[in-house]
């Protein structure tokens, strides 16, 4: 289907970033190759760097040799794309340094306008204030905010509250990028276009679900925000608890936005809350410590650049939740976290229970496990039993692979395209609404209290493990294991 093609004008704050570079100017250049974007459709940068056009034309024509294979770049198709880009210098505290970019804009003042703020969320609440000032946010405007949105509770309160004094919520697209990967959109298709597994999607057959999101890299370059955000706030309040609402959710009347996201809410809002002692027993974190990668010695977290020597920011985390509902009564999800563990491997297992009774005497009937592996592959395997071939009646474990068939596709869309498409064309199932992000945070508020009441450094782990044994621990006390597929 191909969507209707809006005109428009992006303002990408925080152009000479990291992620502009590596992720929305590739992404927007492949949007533009592939006939998504509108012909006339401009590409404004804005950063502090102070730059003319050509400046960061440059900047981008590096960023392209970095993060896009040069079969995809085409020389031609690079030109037109370039062609479309403009930059303009702004101090994000000073309104009258977006003069500039006002009279940029005043150019095409019925076009929808995405102001994408990929900087930090202490800039959100200036920036919307000064687009505000000079008049820049018309009816067809849409601001794009990058998570996390605030470091807690008070402060993404705070932030939602100011940047809603500017904006109306329906302009308001937070997001997470995870909800814009192809697997995760397929989660939803396996679970609401197939009948066969919504009737088992139940506290009757599941015995409990687990959710890893596992990095091998270290901090990168970006102990900066890392330090003092960590895991549990970078990866759990948003990537690992929206997986979780759309395993857990409620089938959806459609895919609407506000309809999906009234169901995920519900989920956060069911979620159990932890508190004092239970935070103890089943929130594990871990920071990592020297190993090596490949052969290649790493250095401990507290060795970064830029990290505090003695930093008491978690790296992993693993913990047990449950969601107080018929579905999902005595139903516990695991979730962990963590980087540099052993592999690179996000995946959602569903754990079914074991066969009521086993008529096959001697045999061990393995439960049946759906497992729905997003990175680095895209592969959903369902574990069966079968007979082993012979005279005898023996049971073995039968794997069922279902992978995703990419012959002729030449490139599968990174998140931030669809996300970028849908931002431009109003489509908001994808983003993250404010009380899903209150529900959240409110969550996850109680543990990272209980973490500074207590004090004390996290459990250590060895780089390229699977974190600290307290995170296998977790597991072994309910006698489970994490899945094996991720060992
Ligand atoms: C980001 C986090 O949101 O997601 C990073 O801030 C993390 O710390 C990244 O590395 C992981 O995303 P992906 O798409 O590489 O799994």
Not at 69 to 92: I, Q
């Amino acid at each position: 289907m191909i969507d209707e093609l809006h005109d428009f004008d992006i303002v990408i704050v925080g152009a000479t970033g990291d992620l502009a570079l590596r992720k929305l100017i590739p992404a927007l250049y492949y949007r533009c190759r592939d006939g998504q974007l509108a012909a006339d459709g401009r590409i404004l940068g804005a950063s502090r760097a102070n730059l003319d056009r050509n400046g960061y034309i440059a900047m981008l024509e590096d960023a392209g040799e970095r993060f896009i294979p040069a079969e995809h770049r085409e020389a031609d198709e690079w030109r037109r794309f370039l062609a479309r880009v403009d930059y303009t210098s702004v101090d994000a505290f000073d309104c009258e340094s977006y003069r500039d970019l006002a009279m940029k804009l005043s150019e095409y003042p019925d076009r929808v306008r995405v102001f994408y703020l990929s900087t930090g969320s202490k800039l959100f609440a200036p920036v919307c204030r000064c687009l505000h000032e000079l008049d820049l946010i018309t009816p067809q405007s849409r601001v794009v905010l990058e998570k996390p949105v605030g470091e807690d509770l008070v402060s993404s309160r705070d932030i939602n509250e100011q940047v809603l004094d500017c904006f109306d919520e329906e302009q308001v697209f937070r997001i997470d990028h995870y909800l814009g990967k192809e697997p995760v959109q397929n989660l939803m298709v396996l679970r609401f276009g197939n009948t066969m597994f919504e009737s088992l999607w139940h506290q009757t057959y599941i015995d409990h679900i687990q959710i890893t999101v596992a990095e091998n890299l270290g901090v990168e370059g970006r102990a900066g925000f890392y330090d003092h955000t960590g895991a549990l706030c970078d990866m759990v309040q948003s990537h690992l608890l929206q997986l979780l609402c759309i395993i857990a959710m409620e089938p959806p009347p459609s895919i609407d936005a506000d309809v999906v996201r009234d169901e995920k809410l519900k989920v956060l809002r069911a979620l159990r809350p932890l508190r004092g002692r239970d935070i103890d027993k089943y929130v594990v974190r871990g920071q990592y410590q020297a190993g090596a990668v490949n052969g290649h010695p790493v250095p401990a977290y507290v060795d970064e650049p830029g990290v505090a020597r003695q930093s008491e920011t978690e790296t992993f985390v693993a913990l047990r939740a449950n969601i107080d509902s018929w579905r999902w009564a005595k139903v516990p999800f695991y979730l962990r976290t963590g980087k540099r563990l052993a592999r690179q491997v996000s995946e959602i297992v569903v754990q079914f229970k074991d066969v009521p009774h086993s008529i096959f005497g001697e045999s061990d009937i393995s439960a049946n496990r759906l497992t729905i592996r997003l990175q680095p592959k895209e592969e959903i395997s369902l574990l069966l039993s079968g007979k082993r071939i012979g005279t005898g009646m023996t049971v073995r474990d039968l794997e069922l692979n279902l992978e995703e068939d990419h012959r002729g596709v030449d490139h599968v869309p990174d998140a931030y395209e669809r996300l970028l498409i849908d931002a431009i064309g109003g489509r908001a199932t994808l983003f993250v609404r404010r009380d899903e992000l209150a529900a959240a945070w409110q969550w996850i508020q109680p543990i990272t209290e209980r973490w500074k009441e207590k004090g004390g450094r996290p459990d250590h782990y060895v780089s390229s493990t699977w974190g600290p044994t307290a995170a296998a621990s977790l597991l072994a006390r309910d006698n489970r294991e994490w899945d094996a597929g991720s060992d």
